[in-house]
T-cell receptor
Framework: QKEVEQDPGPLSVPEGAIVSLNCTYS??????FMWYRQYSRKGPELLMY????GNKEDGRFTAQVDKSSKYISLFIRDSQPSDSATYLC???????????FGKGTKLSVIP | DAGITQSPRHKVTETGTPVTLRCHQT?????MYWYRQDPGHGLRLIHY???????DKGEVSDGYSVSRSKTEDFLLTLESATSSQTSVYFC?????????????FGPGTRLTVT
């Protein structure tokens, strides 16, 4: 079993939809959780970063962490065509700084 | 790309030749990382550095070596390139004085080994 599982998609939604992206993990030592956005042929861009369980909101983006279920989510409200990209989850144990990534979910927002 | 440059951006080389990729940062960040990204595998850590001359292995370090003689530069060397090392290589940095868990990535180097 991979440490981090992420559905690769592709996921296609109409403009304005709410998008839900998810990752599950098996390593209970993970404490720090990130979401990256990667456009085609570009480097990953840090979107959201959370520590331990709970929610964090930034504009149209909300990150949720449920450590009891080993499940993290990223919600995108009012999705835009510019949100079309691959979304990567990543996580790390405390004190490690070594990120373990999911394989990424490819999202297309259709105008 | 957070003051990170990678060179070359594209390279085609032959099996058995040595290759060195360079990552240069202007942020004075302590930590630097090399990842490779492959279809079906996602991003995987090759090596990382936590200071000048301080480096350690990541998940997929076999066939790779690194060096960091200055804060701003982190070199990744493939001593004898193989076709399995065809990949996109990303450098990342993070800051010990800020939040070291926030890693920022460079634009990538696309390497093809024929």
């Amino acid at each position: 079993q991979k440490e981090v599982e992420q559905d690769p998609g592709p996921l296609s939604v109409p403009e304005g939809a709410i998008v839900s992206l998810n990752c599950t993990y098996s390593n209970s030592a993970f404490q720090y959780f990130m979401w990256y956005r990667q456009y085609s042929r570009k480097g990953p861009e840090l979107l959201m970063y959370t520590y331990s369980s709970g929610n964090k909101e930034d504009g149209r983006f909300t990150a949720q962490v449920d450590k009891s279920s080993k499940y993290i989510s990223l919600f995108i409200r009012d999705s835009q065509p510019s949100d079309s990209a691959t979304y990567l989850c990543a996580m790390s144990p405390a004190g490690s700084y070594q990120l373990t990534f999911g394989k990424g979910t490819k999202l297309s927002v259709i105008p | 790309d957070a003051g990170i440059t990678q060179s070359p951006r594209h390279k085609v080389t032959e099996t058995g030749t040595p290759v060195t990729l360079r990552c240069h940062q202007t942020e004075n960040h302590r930590y630097m990382y090399w990842y490779r990204q492959d279809p079906g595998h996602g991003l995987r850590l090759i090596h990382y550095s936590y200071g000048v001359k301080d480096t350690d292995k990541g998940e997929v370090s076999d066939g790779y070596s690194v060096s960091r003689s200055k804060t701003e530069d982190f070199l990744l060397t493939l001593e004898s390139a193989t076709s399995s090392q065809t990949s996109v290589y990303f450098c990342a940095i993070s800051d010990s004085s800020g939040d070291p868990y926030e890693q920022y990535f460079g634009p990538g180097t696309r390497l093809t080994v024929t």
